[in-house]
């Protein structure tokens, strides 16, 4: 696609539930990011992907959170038992591979735990 | 881990005075890469470092990654109204991940 794209763009959901996050990177991108963002703050990494797997995800949170890209494009960040903690922008970026490539970020899904 | 800081966090100008961001790890990076972030908005690429000393240019903007690439700075000279937003470096090690200092706010008085 043109860009990349996430889904939904905003996703209110009450505590203890189970969301997903989808995410669609530009087409040939093989690096995937996850990204959380809290008003004020700068991203906060998650997980990285290369190609299909997980290259770092040492950003996740707790075990509560978990992400996959099964077949290297599309990525999905799944979160259990959702808490009001976990309300902020989720953001995905890609970017051509790792290294030294610029990364595109996605709009952004705010989600938001009553 | 991985720590990239950046100061200050708030900067008020008015419209024509200079900017200026700076941004510090822990560790000594492989590249580093600056980005912008309107209001409501999503972080978008400015440019990347990636030579120890490289200083880079885009119009009124001026980039510099510090000689032992643990530090860099981002200068916007004669600030205008569009200039308004958040400017993040973020540093990356190698092939890992890219993390993402705190961001300077940006506001400009007309």
């Known amino acids: 696609g043109a860009g990349v794209s996430q889904t939904p763009s905003n996703k209110v959901t009450e505590k203890g539930k189970y969301v997903e996050l989808r995410c669609d990177p530009i087409?040939?991108?093989?690096?995937l990011y996850w990204y959380r963002q809290s008003l004020g703050q700068g991203p906060e990494f998650l997980i990285y992907?290369?190609?299909?797997?997980?290259?770092?995800d040492s950003g996740l949170p707790n075990d509560r959170f978990f992400a996959v890209r099964p077949e290297g494009s599309v990525s999905t960040l799944k979160i259990q038992r959702t808490e009001r903690g976990d309300s902020a922008v989720y953001l995905c970026?890609?970017?051509?591979?790792?290294?030294?490539?610029?990364?595109?970020f996605g709009q952004g899904t705010r989600l938001t735990v009553v | 881990g991985q720590q990239v800081m950046q100061i200050p966090q708030y900067q008020h100008v008015q419209e024509g005075e200079d900017f200026t961001t700076y941004c510090n790890s822990s560790?000594?990076?492989?590249?580093i890469q600056w980005y912008k972030q309107r209001p409501g908005g999503h972080p978008v690429f400015l440019i990347q470092?990636?030579?120890?000393?490289e200083v880079k240019k885009q119009k009124r903007l001026t980039f510099q990654f510090g000689e032992a690439k643990k530090n860099s700075s981002l200068h916007i000279t004669a600030t205008q109204t569009t200039d308004v937003g958040t400017y993040f470096c973020a540093g990356r090690k190698g092939a890992q991940k890219l993390v993402f200092g705190q961001g300077t706010r940006l506001t400009i008085n007309p």
């Open positions: 470092l990636v030579k120890s000393g």
């Open positions: 970026a890609s970017s051509l591979w790792g290294g030294d490539t610029e990364a595109f």
């Open positions: 087409s040939g991108h093989t690096a």
């Open positions: 992907f290369q190609g299909t797997g997980a290259a770092d």
């Open positions: 560790t000594t990076l492989s590249n």
